[in-house]
């Protein structure tokens, strides 16, 4: 079965960074190579929204709120996504989710809590 752990959320002032990773079990990395992988948010009280997303071809997407800080990157051999913040804001604060597609499959991992406050 496959699964993905977050981890390195935390609390971080504004202007700060932090890095998170992605790491996917339960599937080759042969296999991990082939997945489409993303970060998702969801804010307080807000909907969940794609921030960026990197495909199995190394094409990586930013939205625009987070162009020029975040930075998401794949390193297949040992199945981890990360996403490296900078430049942090209160608006950042929010669940991050990794989200990992394969085929018809589709998998998400249990969020970890960014907070940027004073």
């Known amino acids: 079965q496959v699964q993905l752990m977050e981890s390195g959320g935390g609390l971080v002032q504004p202007g700060g960074t932090l890095s998170l990773s992605c790491t996917a079990s339960?599937?080759?990395?042969?296999?991990?190579?082939?997945?489409?992988m993303a970060w998702y948010r969801q804010p307080p009280g807000k909907q969940r929204e794609l921030i960026t997303s990197i495909f199995n071809d190394g094409r990586s997407y930013l939205t625009d709120s987070v162009k020029g800080r975040f930075t998401i990157s794949r390193d297949n051999t040992n199945k981890e996504v990360r996403l490296q913040m900078n430049s942090l804001k209160p608006d950042d604060t929010a669940v991050y989710y990794c989200?990992?597609?394969w085929g018809s499959g589709v998998i998400w991992g249990q969020g970890t809590q960014v907070t940027v406050s004073s």
């Open positions: 339960g599937v080759s990395s042969r296999d991990f190579s082939s997945f489409n």
């Open positions: 989200w990992g597609k």
